[in-house]
């Protein structure tokens, strides 16, 4: 009896070693909430880096722009951001957005400011005039992220899924802010989110139908596709709109 009861121990015993490694593999493979992780960093002073590029597919491929940035955090998301857009055969173009104000130089303003003045400002307009080519998913805003967890699918480090302009504009102030004018509410934006270890967005690929924000019969069947990367999330941040004295309300020049 007594050898009976110790084969048995010893079975169970392999029995839950073996079973151990598999748990922790599961355990490891679950996929970490990403709109816990987001709030974890909103930590006023601090913030994250990008990188994007924007191209036009659709019967050949075209950079539209690329453009890096960063965003200063507060508790609610993005409480400002410092971009710099490149475009073929235009000037680059600088905004700065503190709050919801913009302060753009360059670009489309190059030669349009008065004497002595550097800095456009305008209200609401988020990103500048790059917004419009520009990511229309912003992974630091935890209402979006917490949309695009409900109607996409999380496997792994990877979330997939689609949302429409109409739906984005709801959650995301930088969405709205980014692209006020749109031709149609109803494009569908498919996403694709690549997290990090600890549940971060580390990568953000967008794409919708390039007419649901330009006005041109050309682009029918064109697809507008940005790829953002973002990296340094909680490094300290300080973004400050630009001198008053090199700012100026008037496009007359």
Request: glycine share 12%; proline share 5%; charged share 20%.
């Amino acid at each position: 009896m007594q050898k009976t009861t110790i084969t048995a121990l010893v079975a169970c015993g392999c029995l839950l070693a073996a079973a151990a490694p598999a748990q922790a593999a599961r355990a490891q493979a679950a996929p970490k909430d990403p709109v816990r992780a987001l709030k974890a960093e909103l930590t006023p002073g601090h913030g994250v880096r990008f990188t994007e590029t924007t191209t036009l597919s659709g019967g050949g491929k075209a950079r539209l722009q690329s453009r890096k940035g960063t965003f200063q955090l507060d508790a609610k998301g993005v409480a400002a951001s410092d971009i710099t857009t490149t475009s073929p055969g235009r000037p680059s173009e600088r905004t700065i957005s503190v709050g919801k104000v913009s302060y753009t130089s360059g670009g489309m303003w190059e030669d349009r400011l008065p004497a002595g003045k550097s800095w456009f400002k305008t209200n609401g307009l988020l990103g500048g005039s790059s917004g419009f080519h520009g990511q229309v998913i912003n992974p630091a805003e935890p209402k979006t992220l917490a949309a695009l967890v409900k109607k996409g699918r999380l496997r792994g480090g990877t979330l997939t899924g689609t949302i429409t302009f109409k739906e984005l504009e709801k959650v995301s102030r930088w969405f709205g802010a980014s692209i006020p004018l749109r031709m149609d509410n109803a494009t569908r934006v498919s996403y694709t989110l690549t997290l990090t270890s600890a549940g971060l967005v580390s990568r953000v690929r967008s794409s919708y139908a390039a007419t649901g924000v330009l006005a041109n019969a050309e682009l029918k069947g064109k697809t507008l596709t940005i790829d953002s990367r973002f990296t340094g999330w909680g490094a300290k941040v300080s973004i400050k709109a630009p001198d008053p004295d090199t700012v100026t309300t008037d496009m007359g020049g």
